[in-house]
């Protein structure tokens, strides 16, 4: 098992910043490749970021490439996503979730999630 806690969450102005983190417990954080998911109210969930094990590539969902930035440090078993140029559709909870293999755009590929940790950016 892998437990999976998000940070960082919080209401901000369109054109701001914040800094989500993901904090794993469990198994060898190193084992897994990571990846940030969103929802919106009535919206299915949507894939935003991805980083392999050793954090050497990443990948990012369309509407978040060139703003956001997904990194980890496998030393204190944490993921990131900093999150610029904020718009008010990128509302939404953020999910980190972990995966041993598979796709990594898809969402069913992943093992383990988080509980999720709510942004707001307003207009």
């Known amino acids: 098992q892998v437990q999976l806690i998000e940070s960082g969450g919080g209401l901000v102005q369109a054109g701001g910043s914040l800094r989500l983190s993901c904090a794993a417990s469990?198994?060898?954080?190193?084992?897994?490749?990571m990846g940030w998911f969103r929802q919106a109210p009535v919206k299915e969930r949507e894939f935003v970021a991805h980083?392999?094990?050793?954090?050497?590539?990443?990948g990012y969902g369309d509407s978040v490439k060139g703003r956001f930035t997904i990194s980890r440090d496998n030393a204190k078993n944490t993921v990131y996503l900093q999150m610029n140029s904020l718009k008010p559709e990128d509302t939404a909870v953020y999910y980190c979730?972990?995966?041993?293999?598979?796709?990594?755009?898809?969402?069913?590929?992943?093992?383990?999630w988080g509980r999720g940790t709510q942004v707001t950016v307003s207009s």
């Open positions: 979730a972990a995966q041993s293999k598979g796709p990594w755009v898809d969402s069913r590929s992943y093992d383990y």
């Open positions: 469990g198994r060898t954080f190193s084992n897994y490749a």
């Open positions: 980083v392999t094990r050793s954090g050497g590539n990443t």
